[in-house]
């Protein structure tokens, strides 16, 4: 019998509006070629995001060294590094933490007995596998539209695009 819709939304992986946006105002950031910062407000209407999010979102990638932010009359923020240097993992960790928790707890400190033994092998993959994504891919790759032939690869998988 097929779980009721409520069970099946909870059985995803998740990336929160956070990270989602993050990422996105970090793009708008990368596709600036002159090296200008921007102001909160142009990032936010360059990606359709509440600028007072966006403002939240901008001091944790502050914070986490992923932008810089320059003050006075053009001021606005700018990538800390090259966009080729910064993966979309960097800017994940810097607001949402760790990519892949069970239970709130990265996976290495998790124990499970009996059946469920092999289960700390599972969570372990998962977390391999994400990183495998988006340690890879730099703000630079996702601004020029040229991702890793192995991010291609799984985008191209006949499973990839159904919703289970």
């Known amino acids: 019998m097929p779980a009721p819709p409520a069970a099946r939304e909870n059985r995803r992986m998740r990336v929160s509006a956070k990270a989602d946006y993050a990422v996105r105002a970090c793009a708008e950031l990368a596709a600036r070629t002159d090296g200008e910062s921007v102001p909160t407000d142009l990032l936010a209407s360059g990606q359709g995001i509440p600028v007072s999010f966006l403002?939240?979102?901008?001091g944790d990638l502050r914070r986490a060294g992923v932008v810089a932010s320059v003050r006075g009359r053009s001021?606005?923020?700018r990538l800390a590094r090259p966009a080729a240097?910064?993966?979309l993992a960097d800017v994940i960790r810097a607001v949402d933490g760790p990519l892949v928790t069970v239970r709130?707890?990265?996976?290495p400190s998790?124990?499970?007995d009996g059946s469920a033994a092999?289960?700390?092998e599972v969570w372990v993959a998962l977390r391999a596998s994400v990183?495998?994504?988006l340690d890879v891919v730099t703000l630079a790759d996702l601004v020029a539209g040229r991702l890793p032939a192995s991010v291609h690869d799984l985008?191209?998988?006949?499973?990839?695009?159904?919703n289970a």
């Open 55 to 58: 403002e939240r979102i901008m």
């Open 75 to 77: 001021g606005g923020y």
């Open 85 to 87: 240097e910064t993966t």
């Open 104 to 107: 709130d707890e990265r996976p």
């Open 110 to 112: 998790l124990t499970y």
């Open 118 to 120: 092999a289960l700390l």
């Open 131 to 133: 990183r495998d994504v």
């Open 155 to 162: 985008a191209a998988r006949a499973d990839a695009w159904e």
